[in-house]
């Protein structure tokens, strides 16, 4: 859920240089910058609230693009530097209670040496697992960049099972129609296709932010954190490459069911077609003995119509053979 103008401040914490945390408020945010020089920072605010907005404009002291940017209503993950800081957009699995996770939902970040600003506008449980890591006293970061790490690794955590699981429907499908006679419903694969793109979207873009700020972050990475968000950007690049790969099964299998019911619907029209052949010799006969002027032979005859019937038999009996000799049945 997000939050509410009444609690603009989600998470808030500062960490001394002896080692420990404090917990911030929000009148202990609103009444200074965002930084402070030699203390470090981690600020986790609702961005839809109309509080947070006057702050980052007024009071923050952070750049006027760089507000516009954390504001903006829609964004794709990118990673920039701005003097001394690094502004970031990650995107997230929507984990939310009534969401579907490839409605991905956003934090928006920006770092410097000494704090770290995030703004989403859903739940994002990567920051709340950090924040319980901090809380519970097993988790105290020495850096900014330490926290935009733990963050990013979080949140490539929870997208890992999702796209698992869109691989093993693929495998569902793929096992559905190997059974003869299966099918599947006519949305089911569209469906599938536009989540595995929807995924895609975002999960493209953040492999190339992930990177962008490990080449970009002098000064604000350690060593550790450059190795950790190098391997993160590696994992999510494995992630696009298993997007790419089902989606490439997806398009097979949607050539696959349109190539089944065309072959189907072609086997149905032989069928109709076999059945017209047979007829239409047999609607010629019955119709020009059906016609009413004189000289049509049999009409005084008691056995005519037996015979004529018998003939039609007879003539039915050798098309089908005809057929079966030509391979059509």
Not at 124 to 133: G, N
Not at 208 to 236: C, H, P, W
């Amino acid at each position: 859920m997000s939050g509410t103008a009444d609690n603009p401040l989600i998470y808030g914490f500062e960490f001394e240089g002896d080692g420990t945390a404090r917990r911030l408020s929000w009148d202990d945010v609103v009444k200074e910058s965002a930084d402070r020089p030699g203390v470090r920072r981690w600020l986790h605010l609702d961005r839809l609230s109309p509080s947070v907005r006057t702050w980052l404009t007024e009071q923050s002291g952070i750049d006027a693009v760089i507000d516009d940017a954390l504001l903006q209503e829609d964004t794709r993950p990118r990673s920039a530097r701005h003097g001394d800081g690094l502004l970031i957009n990650l995107r997230g699995v929507n984990l939310n209670e009534g969401s579907e996770p490839e409605d991905m939902i956003a934090i928006r970040i920006w770092m410097t040496a000494d704090v770290v600003v995030s703004l989403r506008a859903f739940h994002i449980k990567a920051a709340q697992d950090l924040r319980d890591q901090i809380m519970a006293g097993e988790m105290l970061p020495v850096s900014t960049g330490e926290i935009v790490t733990y963050i990013a690794a979080r949140l490539t955590d929870r997208i890992e099972p999702v796209i698992s699981e869109l691989d093993s429907e693929a495998d569902d499908f793929e096992d559905t129609l190997l059974e003869p006679g299966a099918s599947l419903p006519k949305t089911a694969l569209a469906n599938f296709r536009r989540r595995v793109l929807t995924f895609r979207r975002y999960i493209i873009p953040q492999r190339e932010a992930l990177s962008q700020m490990s080449r970009e972050g002098e000064g604000l990475f350690t060593n550790r954190e450059n190795l950790l968000l190098r391997e993160v950007a590696d994992r999510v690049t494995r992630l696009g490459e298993e997007l790419d790969t089902i989606r490439e099964r997806s398009i097979v299998l949607q050539e696959q069911v349109v190539e089944e019911r065309a072959e189907r619907m072609n086997q149905r029209l032989f069928v109709l077609s076999i059945i017209s052949a047979i007829f239409l010799p047999l609607g010629f006969v019955t119709g020009l003995f059906g016609v009413n002027v004189g000289g049509m032979p049999g009409v005084n005859n008691g056995v005519a119509f037996t015979l004529l019937c018998l003939g039609m038999l007879g003539l039915s009996l050798g098309m089908i053979l005809l057929f079966r000799r030509m391979r059509w049945l």
